[in-house]
């Protein structure tokens, strides 16, 4: 049985195509992207739902093809058609469509000593903290915005261990939170709810949006003077190719950064530098023991190699203020009242101007 009835109008089956996504996990802008493709291939065919035909689907990705689309466009509106009409319309409109693919382009990837220095140019703690994050645990940017403190675990460090801390995102993913992060999450696990976001956003209840935190990577990156184009994705790669350098291997990394199938980690393969060496070349060189020779004592163990700090200096919570605002510290009742009203205003005239803008263009 069909999760929709292709026997609706196109505003009721997007309404349950919507309610599906939803339900299965599809993140916002995903679903955004399901509506505008939708959206457009109604105007296109310009029929009920019920009376479209594979001759339609194929009569639109023609025009999608000479009209210069990319080939992720193409396989954008392939997948989309593929999930409302096949997966959930009981239709198999799809089943002859082979969906384009473009090459993988090589990762940008940025050195240690740049990420360093973008992370050092944070100007407060809580910036500092997300983009520690970001780096440190290889989050995309939607992940990062959507953590929760729930998500943290933090165990306090024994006369025989250091402390230790892990990020929950889902019960089979779990990574470890770089040291340097820990006095802060420690701080923020004992002030603030589970259900609290780490990062809150300007409306209450919603969490910092995905523009806000590319905005603070993009400040850190022009005050740190690195002149290399990084965003959010390229602070994922270089996490991944730092990760594999250091000895991590693909499926340890595959499970870290969440992806569903390894050869989209191998990719990373192809930014490391290839070590031509024989494996006999590492074997040990037997040496010529004599009777009368003593036995070499065994040498130690070298002692655990401790990660290097991402932060030039540790970070205090001495001035620290739970939960993250957008608002300035250490403001009054009517000081904080004076902050909104100055800050909607200024957007709205914003938001004037660029309606006027565009009203005369």
């Excluded at 809580?126 to 943290?152: A, I, T």
């Excluded at 019960?171 to 701080?187: C, K, M, Y």
């Excluded at 199938?261 to 192809?270: E, S």
Aim: hydrophobic content about 40%.
């Amino acid at each position: 049985m069909s999760a929709i009835s292709l026997t609706a109008t196109w505003p009721q089956v997007w309404e349950r195509t919507h309610a599906e996504l939803r339900r299965e996990g599809y993140r916002r802008n995903t679903r955004r992207l399901y509506r505008h493709c939708l959206r457009r291939f109604a105007r296109h065919v310009r029929v009920e739902p019920e009376q479209v035909r594979e001759r339609h689907l194929q009569d639109y990705l023609f025009s999608q093809a000479r009209r210069g689309s990319t080939a992720s466009w193409i396989s954008a509106n392939i997948t989309v058609l593929r999930k409302v009409f096949d997966k959930l319309g009981g239709r198999t409109f799809t089943r002859h469509l082979t969906t384009p693919r473009r090459p993988w382009p090589v990762p940008s990837v940025i050195t240690v000593e740049m990420i360093r220095q973008i992370l050092a140019a944070a100007p407060t703690l809580r910036d500092q903290l997300l983009l520690g994050l970001l780096y440190g645990c290889g989050l995309r940017v939607g992940e990062l915005c959507g953590l929760r403190w729930s998500h943290v675990t933090v165990t306090p460090a024994s006369p025989t261990s250091r402390a230790f801390g892990v990020l929950r995102l889902s019960p089979t993913r779990e990574l470890p939170i770089p040291a340097d992060l820990l006095p802060v999450l420690t701080e923020g696990l004992a002030r603030c709810p589970a259900t609290d976001y780490i990062f809150p956003g300007a409306c209450p209840g919603k969490p910092i949006s995905d523009r806000m935190a590319a905005l603070i990577l993009q400040a850190a990156v022009k005050t740190s003077g690195v002149e290399a184009a990084v965003d959010g994705m390229v602070m994922r790669h270089s996490y991944a190719v730092h990760s594999l350098e250091a000895g991590m291997t693909v499926r340890d990394l595959q499970h870290r950064l969440g992806h569903k199938q390894v050869k989209t980690t191998m990719i990373y393969l192809r930014v490391l530098h290839p070590r031509v060496t024989s494996p006999v070349d590492n074997l040990p060189v037997p040496e010529a023991v004599s009777p009368a020779t003593p036995t070499p004592p065994i040498p130690a163990q070298p002692a655990p190699t401790v990660p290097a700090p991402l932060f030039p200096m540790p970070l205090t919570t001495d001035r620290l203020v739970l939960p993250f605002t957008a608002e300035p510290a250490g403001l009054t009742d009517t000081a904080k009242a004076f902050h909104a009203c100055l800050q909607t205003r200024v957007v709205g005239g914003f938001l004037a101007l660029k309606r006027a803008f565009r009203s005369t263009a």
